[in-house]
């Protein structure tokens, strides 16, 4: 079993829609949790970090259930720059395991 | 904002050569990481480096590979002879703490390394 497994997508959705990603871990031992953003060919960027209270920035939203070790993201009113690869990340220790990524293409 | 910052940004060897990546931290973090991502696949652990030693590696970083922290705001990956397999972008990243609520890693731009 994959350590974070992720729909890879694509998700084509039109501007102004919602859309939701979800991804599974597999290690319970998992402390911290992110999704973090990558556009093509560059690095991944922090877009939040996710708590089991549930946290919301601006048009994002992301729930964590650790029961089911359930990571989601919801992102409400897309943008043309939402489009990109949208990574779940996990901590295990001391290092990040990401999972392999969701693409969103948001089109006009 | 303070970022991490990565040189070459292309690098091009030959197989059996050495490369050094080098790597600028951000200046008040204490944990340095290296990972990589060959293309079309998922960014994976290399290895984690805190007070001056390694402090978890994966089964990628064999003999071959060796990190330092040569001065204090320097961070290099060192692989000792390449080879194709190693093709891939590499990224460093740094954080103020490990396993904590502050445990976020930031991301320097990647060194893309060819291997012919």
């Known amino acids: 079993r994959k350590e974070v497994e992720q729909d890879p997508g694509p998700f084509n959705v039109p501007e102004g829609a919602t859309v939701a990603f979800n991804c599974t871990y597999s290690n319970s031992a998992s402390q911290s949790f992110f999704w973090y953003r990558q556009d093509c060919r560059k690095e991944p960027k922090l877009l939040m970090s996710?708590?089991?209270s549930g946290n919301e920035d601006g048009r994002f939203t992301a729930q964590l259930n650790r029961a089911s070790q359930y990571i989601s993201l919801l992102i409400r009113d897309s943008k043309l720059s939402d489009s990109a690869t949208y990574l779940c990340?996990?901590?295990?220790?001391?290092?990040?395991?990401f999972g392999a990524g969701t693409i969103l293409r948001v089109k006009s | 904002e303070p970022e991490v910052t990565q040189t070459p940004s292309h690098q091009v060897t030959q197989m059996g050569q050495e490369v050094i990546l080098r790597c600028v931290p951000i200046?008040?973090?204490?944990?340095f990481y290296w990972y990589r991502q060959i293309l079309g696949q998922k960014v994976e652990f290399l290895v984690s480096?805190?007070?001056?030693?390694?402090?978890?590696k994966s089964e990628i970083f064999d003999d071959q590979f060796s990190v330092e922290r040569p001065d204090g705001s320097n961070f290099t990956l060192k692989i000792r002879s390449t080879k194709l397999e190693d093709s891939a972008m590499y990224f460093c990243?740094?954080?103020?703490?490990?396993?904590?609520?502050?445990?976020?890693?930031?991301f320097g731009p990647g060194t893309r390394l060819t291997v012919l």
């Open positions: 200046s008040n973090h204490l944990y």
């Open positions: 996710v708590y089991s």
């Open positions: 990243a740094s954080g103020l703490s490990s396993g904590g609520a502050e445990d976020t890693q930031y």
């Open positions: 480096f805190y007070n001056n030693e390694i402090s978890e």
């Open positions: 990340v996990v901590t295990l220790a001391d290092k990040l395991v």
